[in-house]
C-alpha cells in the first residue's frame, strides 16, 4: 500500500511539472517585441491637402487638428481638438463625421466588454495591472486596443495576438510632440504670425519635448520656433524648408 501512495505522489508531481512545462512553453512562444503595422498612417497636418484644409478652417473655424491619418481604405481622418472625428476621401471630399455609432466608415470603436476574452485574457497575463484605455476594429478585420500606459497592441480578427502597433510613418511623428491651444502660444509667436500670415490662420500647434514649438497653418505652412518663441525655419505643403538667417 506504501508503494502504490508514493506512485501515486510521483505520478502526480510529473503531471504537475509537464503542466507547468507547458505553460512556461505558452508563455515563451508569445514574442512581446513582434511588431505589427498599424491599418491607418500617421500624416503631417502640412501635407494634407488644401481642400480638407480649406473645408476645415471654413466649417469649423475654432478648432484645430490634432491628428491626421490615412486609413487602409485610402480616407483620411482627420481628429479635431473637440475630439470630433472628421472623414474624407482620397480626394479630399467631406463624407461624414465619424461618430462611432455606426459603421458607415469601416474602422469603429469597441466596448471592451465585447472583446474576444482572447484578447482581455492575453492582456491581463503579459500586461498585468495595465488597463484598456481604448479598442477599435480596423477595417483590414484587425484589432487595435491601446492601454492606459500609451502601448498599443494589435489581434487580428480572431483574437490572435499579432504584435506592438507600429506606424510606417514612424520617422514621421514625434511622439513627444504635445498639442497646445494656440491662444497659448508664446505672444512672440502670434504676433509673428498676425505680421507674416496676415490672411492665415493656425490649424495646429504643437509643443516639443525640448520646448521649442511648431505650428502648422491653413496654407499647409508649418514654422517652427525655438522655446523663446523665435522663429527657426519653415516647410511649406511640398516639403521645401527656409531656414532663417
Do not use: W
Not at 503542466?19 to 500617421?42: G, Q, R
Not at 507674416?196 to 525640448?210: G, K, Q, V
Amino acid at each position: 500500500m506504501k508503494n502504490l501512495k508514493f506512485l501515486y505522489v510521483v505520478i502526480l508531481s510529473i503531471v504537475s511539472l509537464q503542466s507547468c512545462s507547458n505553460d512556461e512553453d505558452v508563455k515563451n512562444e508569445v514574442d512581446l517585441n513582434a511588431v505589427a503595422f498599424k491599418a491607418d498612417v500617421h500624416l503631417r497636418t502640412s501635407t494634407l491637402s488644401q481642400k480638407i484644409l480649406n473645408y476645415i478652417t471654413a466649417n469649423y473655424p475654432n478648432l484645430t487638428i490634432v491628428e491626421a491619418e490615412e486609413e487602409d481604405n485610402g480616407n483620411i481622418e482627420i481628429t479635431l481638438s473637440d475630439g470630433t472625428e472628421l472623414v474624407f476621401d482620397s480626394a479630399g471630399n467631406f463624407l461624414g463625421e465619424d461618430n462611432d455609432q455606426d459603421d458607415d466608415f469601416g474602422d469603429h470603436n469597441v466596448n471592451i466588454s465585447d472583446l474576444p476574452k482572447s484578447i482581455t485574457d492575453f492582456i491581463t497575463a503579459n500586461y498585468p495591472g495595465i488597463s484598456i484605455e481604448e479598442a477599435e476594429i480596423e477595417n483590414n478585420g484587425n484589432y487595435e486596443i491601446e492601454l492606459e500606459n500609451d502601448v498599443e497592441l494589435i489581434f487580428d480578427a480572431d483574437g490572435n495576438f499579432l504584435g506592438v502597433a507600429r506606424d510606417e510613418n514612424d520617422n514621421d511623428q514625434d511622439e513627444d510632440e504635445t498639442d497646445i491651444n494656440p491662444a497659448d502660444l508664446p505672444q512672440i509667436i502670434k504676433d509673428y504670425i498676425i505680421a507674416n500670415y496676415p490672411n492665415n490662420t493656425i490649424i495646429e500647434a504643437e509643443i516639443e519635448e525640448d520646448g521649442s514649438y511648431e505650428v502648422t497653418l491653413n496654407n499647409g505652412v508649418e514654422l517652427e520656433f525655438d522655446e523663446n518663441g523665435n522663429f527657426v525655419s519653415l516647410e511649406d505643403g511640398n516639403g521645401e524648408d527656409e531656414d532663417d538667417d
